[in-house]
T-cell receptor, first 111, second 115 residues
Framework: RKEVEQDPGPFNVPEGATVAFNCTYS??????FFWYRQDCRKEPKLLMS???SGNEDGRFTAQLNRASQYISLLIRDSKLSDSATYLC????????????FGSGTKLNVKP | DVKVTQSSRYLVKRTGEKVFLECVQD?????MFWYRQDPGLGLRLIYF???????EKGDIPEGYSVSREKKERFSLILESASTNQTSMYLC??????????????FGPGTRLLVL
């Protein structure tokens, strides 16, 4: 079983739509959670960390459900520039602090 | 701003060649990582290093080795390149904060094609 699982999509939405992605993780010892954004043929870039109480950054809201072991990302008022692949990342804090990446969810925002 | 650079954006090598991929970070980060990214498989950890001259195997170390002689530089070596090592290679660095939180920053990636 993969450590982190995501729906690969693609999610095709019109501009202005609200879209949500979920991600599940298998290791209950996971302690830090992140969403990264990756544009085509570019490196992943940190979008936001995910905190236990949930957090918001502009049009983006991230939530964590430890009991069910999933995290979510909500994008409101989608822009064309939001088109990208969104990677879910969990971190197991141990001696070596390993990171586990989902395969990514592709979002296409259409005019 | 954190800056992670990789020596090449694109590389074409022949089967059996020795390949060096270099990564440099300018933020004095302790931890450095090498991943490969393949369609449908996501990022897979090859090796990582938490200090100079220290290295640990990741999930797919076979066919690779690494070197960390200086804190800012982490090299990935393919001793004898094979076609199944054609991939996008991503280097990352991170710093562990007092509370244990750690965030990775990536270089631009190297697309390696092995013929």
């Amino acid at each position: 079983r993969k450590e982190v699982e995501q729906d690969p999509g693609p999610f095709n939405v019109p501009e202005g739509a609200t879209v949500a992605f979920n991600c599940t993780y298998s290791n209950s010892a996971s302690q830090s959670f992140f969403w990264y954004r990756q544009d085509c043929r570019k490196e992943p870039k940190l979008l936001m960390s995910v905190y236990s109480s949930g957090n918001e950054d502009g049009r983006f809201t991230a939530q964590l459900n430890r009991a069910s072991q999933y995290i979510s990302l909500l994008i409101r008022d989608s822009k064309l520039s939001d088109s990208a692949t969104y990677l879910c990342v969990v971190n197991v804090i141990s001696n070596f602090n390993k990171f586990y990446f989902g395969s990514g969810t592709k979002l296409n925002v259409k005019p | 701003d954190v800056k992670v650079t990789q020596s090449s954006r694109y590389l074409v090598k022949r089967t059996g060649e020795k390949v060096f991929l270099e990564c440099v970070q300018d933020m004095d980060h302790e931890n450095m990582f090498w991943y490969r990214q393949d369609p449908g498989l996501g990022l897979r950890l090859i090796y990582f290093s938490y200090d100079v001259k220290m290295k640990e195997k990741g999930d797919i170390p076979e066919g690779y080795s690494v070197s960390r002689e200086k804190k800012e530089r982490f090299s990935l070596i393919l001793e004898s390149a094979s076609t199944n090592q054609t991939s996008m290679y991503l280097c990352a660095s991170s710093l562990r904060l007092a509370g244990g939180q750690e965030t990775q920053y990536f270089g631009p990636g190297t697309r390696l094609l092995v013929l």
